[in-house]
């Protein structure tokens, strides 16, 4: 009975029914330490969450925009902690644990974002996104030395990313360049942005950088330039974080996150009141399935939407409770 007076609550318009959140920060964070917890399972997804989603553009305009300390937007997190709240919930994609560890906040709004980052950045896994036609493809993703620290070049001309292999190939398979090395990349004078926040891994690229020109004075004082002006701005990041608290209630949470999320397909209804009791591991799609296979049977109930039964039931259940009162 709990789910469907929920289902009904979550479907309402009527702004006066949305309970107040009383308990909200404004905080910064650092993008490293955004991302730390992500890979730690200490930062997750709630489950209503749909898939990310990002292609290849999208993510090296994400990269560039950091990289130059433009703003990205905040991100919106919830503090978990609350029994009367409580979302099924699931890592970041690319992040990898034996065990699913209970979170300390919900990313409600900033997957994407954060998702790119933390595969580029931090996962040591080729990325797997799409290219703009949507097919799949595998990248890795690097950041041309010269061009960055050239103030005549878009920051995301200097940003770009190769096929697993790391070798370029025109159309005719020929290739164009060849970055399979730490020796070639260093030659190429192309940066692998999975060091960014890997100050072993970049000690040893910048030793091989160095010692690949006779004048290690000259290339001394680029790698400065570029440590400066480009990786330092990925290490320093801050991150607007909107904090809504423990004690937000749950229906605050859903209508919060639909609208956040403008920018995809908003959620309906069931897939909220899903995801909600898919905490007390009571699969509510599962369960439809079977009663929408008894459904079609039937001439007039065969299109019932799942949503149109949910509210039905509800109001039932609610008359019955108002007889019994």
């Known amino acids: ?30 993008l490293q330490q ?18 990310w989603v990002w292609n290849d553009e999208q993510i090296r305009s994400l990269l560039a925009s950091v990289s130059l300390s ?33 979170p300390d906040q919900l990313l409600l709004d900033g997957q994407q974002r954060m998702t790119s980052l933390f595969q580029v950045l931090l996962s ?25 620290l050239n103030p ?29 090395t730490t020796e070639k990349e260093c030659a190429a004078e192309v940066f692998p942005l999975q060091l960014v926040f890997d100050i072993l891994g970049q ?11 006779a004048n290690i004075g000259e290339r001394l004082t680029r790698w400065t330039n570029f440590l400066q002006k480009v990786i330092q701005y990925f290490q320093q990041y801050q991150v607007p974080i909107i904090l809504l608290g423990k004690d937000t209630p749950r229906e605050a949470v859903c209508q919060v996150f639909e609208k956040v999320n403008t920018g995809g397909v908003s959620l309906t209804v069931f897939e909220l009141v899903t995801a ?31 949503t149109d039964f949910l509210q039905a039931v509800t109001l039932v ?9």
Do not use: C
């Open 1 to 30: 009975m709990r789910l469907f007076q929920s289902a009904l609550l979550l479907s309402t318009n009527n702004k006066h029914d949305m309970p107040a959140i009383t308990s909200t920060q404004s905080i910064k964070q650092s």
């Open 34 to 51: 955004l991302l730390q917890n992500a890979k730690e399972g200490k930062t997750q997804l709630p489950d209503f969450q749909r898939s």
């Open 70 to 102: 433009y703003p990205i937007g905040a991100v919106m997190m919830l503090e978990t902690g609350n029994p009367a709240v409580r979302f099924k919930h699931r890592l970041l994609e690319g992040v990898t644990h034996k065990e699913l560890q209970k």
């Open 124 to 148: 040591e896994q080729l990325v797997k996104t799409k290219d703009v036609r949507g097919k799949e493809i595998h990248r890795w993703y690097y950041i041309d030395i010269a061009k960055a």
């Open 152 to 180: 005549n070049y878009d920051r995301e001309e200097a940003i770009f990313s190769v096929p697993e292999e790391k070798i370029k190939r025109n159309l005719r398979g020929e290739i164009l360049a060849d970055y399979s």
């Open 203 to 213: 000690n040893k690229w910048m030793q091989t950088y160095l010692q690949l020109d």
């Open 276 to 306: 909600t009791y898919a905490a007390d591991e009571f699969n509510l799609r599962e369960d439809w399935a079977k009663r929408e296979k008894k459904l079609k049977k039937l001439a007039v109930l065969g299109n019932v939407e799942n």
């Open 317 to 325: 259940s609610e008359s019955q409770l108002g007889v019994s009162m």
